[in-house]
């Protein structure tokens, strides 16, 4: 006996299921409301050099303004210098309009701000850029916070993910709850640009472990029937924690009690831990028979399934685990020892990067929709709601890998359209925009489920951290892509769609699961069958003597 049969004997799905899918919604809320802070609480104010005598009020005194900053070549004036010495209004314009700086002779001399800058506070009361001056020549610092954060949680997600298939999803999920927590809080008492950073990358590599421990945990639980719509689900607590965090965004516009806001919801997460369950396959994978038959009497129980003491007799479990048990740890050289493995490992890699890649680089990116940021945020986060639904009928209907490479290639045309709409075309950039993010938010939905279902119980959580690792990677690279822009404008565009197309032609050479059975070990996924048609010959995994 299997353990499927076990599950269908204590119900695949039923109250018990759907319980632990909503005890798990609040690190999917949590989740996204941490990754994208960066869109309020890194936000760029207007901005110009420190003046004497002046204020902070960008609606007047434009004239008086001219003698001090220079202008762009666009007409505007220059948010990072001003002239060494004040000029008066009428020399402001350069003396020869139409000519270009370089044609003039005798241009006044300018400096950097050496007083400082003044911000624009009628959106934001206060973002790090204000806090520490992250602008003009420092203006990288402000995306390094961001790709900190998710190198944070490209260290993270290989920590967790090995950790939890040693000591358990439940434990490990418990640490990174009190991790968000703690670094969460200790980031919003920041003190200095540097602590801020050091802090906000802890947070990164604590929360990794809500990204490879909640989709297992509810995976695991549920029969090949209903994981899909499980899964989509589940993904959808996602979206609401997109739109939630420009709700909260609006409501606070300090960024350190925004921070607070946004960590604070660790607390009954925690609390919430006393009633989620540890995995059953886990426990029968490491030989703890009566863990395993306490949980599976409570699902038998809650799902209403009328279970003899026979069926779910120790000695019974003793037989499914003897199967499954693993008696050698984990590694991630598994994923690369067997053929069929290290194929779908190698390809998740790269599918991973470029669903993390293109996502964040279209959703941290929020401005040129004609929308202020808030607007802009929600919409971000209603777009995905109908493109979970799409998800679902595409998966089930048309397979994991097609809908995974289906969702990359819309992602990467409309990144592509963008570049051929001229200026003027701002409707139909907007209308392109809202669409890539739908496709590239279905392939975020689409990954975490097809990638689960792709590695074997022993490993599972190893080859998510594993993905997740390179997928943080993408996500740490996106925020400095934009970078790009001063080389020739539209190549951070380019590279996000053309990584996405990479992405999608990658996602072609994965095996489809649909409908398939989780595998439990090695074997079965080499075997490409079902654990029940399987021999009891196993593919070693590295021996660790105790």
Known sequence: MGFEKLLDQVGGFGLFQVRNVFLLALPRLIMPMQFLLPIFMAAVPAHRCALPGTSANFSHQDAWLEGYLPQEPDGTLSSCLRFTHPQAPHNTTLQGEGQSPGELQGEPSTVPCPQGWEYDRSEFSSTITTEWDLVCERRGLNRITSTLFFAGVLVGAVAFGYLSDRFGRRRLLLVSYVGTLVMGLASAASVSYVMFVITRTLTGAALSGFTIIVITLEMEWLDVEHRT???????????????????????????????????????????????????????????????????????????????????????????????????????????????????????????????????????LNVSGLGLNVYLTQLLFGAVELPAKLLVYLSVRYAGRRLTQAGTLLGTALTLGGRLLLSSEMASWSTALEVIGKGCSESSFTTVYLFTTELYPTVLRQTGLGLTALMGRLGGSLAPLATLLDGVWLPLPKLTYGGIALLGACTALLLPETRRAQLPETIQDVERKSAPSNLQEEEIPMKQVHD
């Open 229 to 363: 719509v499980a899964g989509v689900l589940s993904s959808s607590f996602w979206s609401g924690g997109v739109m939630l965090l420009a709700l909260v965004g609006y409501l606070i516009r300090d960024w350190r009690w925004l921070l607070v806001a946004v960590t604070l919801p660790c607390v009954p997460g925690i609390v919430c831990l006393w009633w989620v369950p540890e995995s059953a396959r886990w426990l029968l994978t490491q030989g703890r028979v009566e863990e395993a038959r306490r949980y599976l009497l409570c699902c038998a129980k809650l799902n209403g399934r009328p279970v003899g003491e026979d069926s779910l007799s120790l000695e019974t479990l003793s037989k499914v685990a003897a199967g499954e048990k693993v008696v050698r740890r984990p590694s991630y050289l598994d994923l690369l020892r067997t053929p069929r493995l290290r194929h779908i490992s190698l390809c998740c890699v790269v599918v991973w990067f470029a669903v993390n890649f293109a996502y964040y680089g279209l959703t």
